[in-house]
């Protein structure tokens, strides 16, 4: 209810409102959480982090610990830093879940933390990442900041010039270097590197009950079922009867850059990246 609620708000409401409006629906959705869901297992960790760049499911991991099973077998609530107008590096409250953070390691790492965290980041294939991007700028994402001038940038522009433009705007905005960032960090046991490609994948379920444990939360099997048949990509594509809007969640099919990438675009790509993909553990092109 809470993610039909957001979806709305995030279309219907003028920018200058958006902040309050999910504010008050974030602290609405906690309240009901704290007066009507007995917690029945704690988490051993005060803070959860859930890093990532854009386009790797942020939205429907931050559903994933929104949701009342999680906050029952954790005593987390979750915290989206976006309407407490957080800013880096200022540390969050305690008892939380924080999603999403869309940092480089090093800024990660200058938020002051509980002694008692965990962290995870999700990666994904980077040249997927370009794709996403593109049809989801171009499309289907909500208008809000630089959103509205770059959709226009990209349905005035083939899709190879569009998919070049992208690679260029998201190289300025540093995705590909706070991909390499993470990846290149050193091993630390608070700190799991997850694969999108894993978390949407057939080994789904395996994946988010290894993901949930890091996190010192344990789902029974049949609560563990039933919270990702809640949270499928099939239905969250759905829109809303008489809505014409095309779905944010597209299928997302890992390898998808090859229906898309022609000898231009992947030295394009290969410039602004150089080893990411070999870095990353990605097969090459």
């Given at each position: 209810?809470?993610?039909?609620?957001?979806?709305?708000?995030?279309?219907?409401?003028?920018?200058?409102?958006?902040?309050?409006?999910?504010?008050?629906?974030?602290?609405?959705?906690?309240?009901?959480?704290?007066?009507?869901?007995?917690?029945?297992?704690?988490?051993?960790?005060?803070?959860?982090?859930?890093?990532?760049?854009?386009?790797?499911?942020?939205?429907?991991?931050?559903?994933?610990?929104?949701?009342?099973?999680?906050?029952?077998?954790?005593?987390?609530?979750?915290?989206?830093?976006?309407?407490?107008?957080?800013?880096?590096?200022?540390?969050?409250?305690?008892?939380?879940?924080?999603?999403?953070?869309f940092l480089s390691h090093q800024k990660f790492a200058a938020i002051p933390k509980p002694d008692r965290y965990r962290t995870f980041f999700?990666?994904?294939?980077?040249?997927?990442?370009?794709?996403?991007?593109?049809?989801?700028?171009?499309?289907?994402?909500?208008?809000?900041?630089?959103i509205p001038q770059v959709r226009k940038v990209l349905q005035e522009r083939s899709m190879k010039e569009g998919l070049l433009y992208v690679?260029?705007?998201?190289?300025?905005?540093?995705?590909?270097?706070?991909?390499?960032?993470?990846?290149?960090?050193?091993?630390?046991?608070?700190?799991?590197?997850?694969?999108?490609?894993?978390?949407?994948?057939?080994?789904?379920?395996?994946?988010?009950?290894?993901?949930?444990?890091?996190?010192?939360?344990?789902?029974?099997?049949a609560e563990l079922a039933g919270l990702l048949a809640r949270y499928s990509f099939s239905r969250m594509r759905k829109e809303p009867a008489?809505?014409?809007?095309?779905?944010?969640?597209?299928?997302?099919?890992?390898?998808?850059?090859?229906?898309?990438?022609?000898?231009?675009?992947?030295?394009?790509?290969?410039?602004?990246?150089?080893?990411?993909?070999?870095?990353?553990?990605?097969?090459?092109?």
């Amino acid at each position: 209810m809470l993610n039909r609620t957001v979806t709305f708000t995030k279309q219907h409401t003028p920018n200058s409102l958006r902040v309050v409006a999910r504010r008050v629906l974030c602290d609405a959705h906690n309240a009901r959480l704290r007066f009507t869901v007995p917690v029945t297992s704690r988490s051993e960790f005060d803070n959860v982090y859930h890093c990532a760049v854009r386009k790797t499911a942020s939205q429907w991991i931050k559903a994933i610990f929104s949701d009342p099973v999680v906050y029952r077998y954790s005593g987390l609530l979750p915290y989206d830093p976006r309407p407490y107008k957080w800013r880096h590096p200022q540390p969050f409250p305690p008892d939380r879940v924080i999603s999403s953070l869309f940092l480089s390691h090093q800024k990660f790492a200058a938020i002051p933390k509980p002694d008692r965290y965990r962290t995870f980041f999700v990666l994904r294939d980077p040249r997927d990442v370009i794709v996403s991007s593109y049809f989801s700028t171009r499309s289907s994402h909500t208008p809000m900041g630089d959103i509205p001038q770059v959709r226009k940038v990209l349905q005035e522009r083939s899709m190879k010039e569009g998919l070049l433009y992208v690679i260029g705007q998201q190289s300025r905005k540093g995705t590909f270097k706070a991909l390499r960032s993470w990846a290149t960090a050193p091993e630390a046991d608070a700190v799991r590197l997850v694969r999108y490609e894993d978390l949407t994948g057939q080994r789904q379920a395996q994946e988010l009950d290894e993901l949930l444990r890091h996190c010192g939360i344990t789902l029974p099997p049949a609560e563990l079922a039933g919270l990702l048949a809640r949270y499928s990509f099939s239905r969250m594509r759905k829109e809303p009867a008489g809505t014409e809007k095309v779905s944010h969640y597209r299928k997302g099919k890992s390898g998808d850059w090859r229906n898309h990438f022609d000898d231009d675009v992947y030295e394009a790509f290969d410039a602004a990246t150089g080893d990411l993909v070999e870095l990353l553990g990605y097969p090459a092109r």
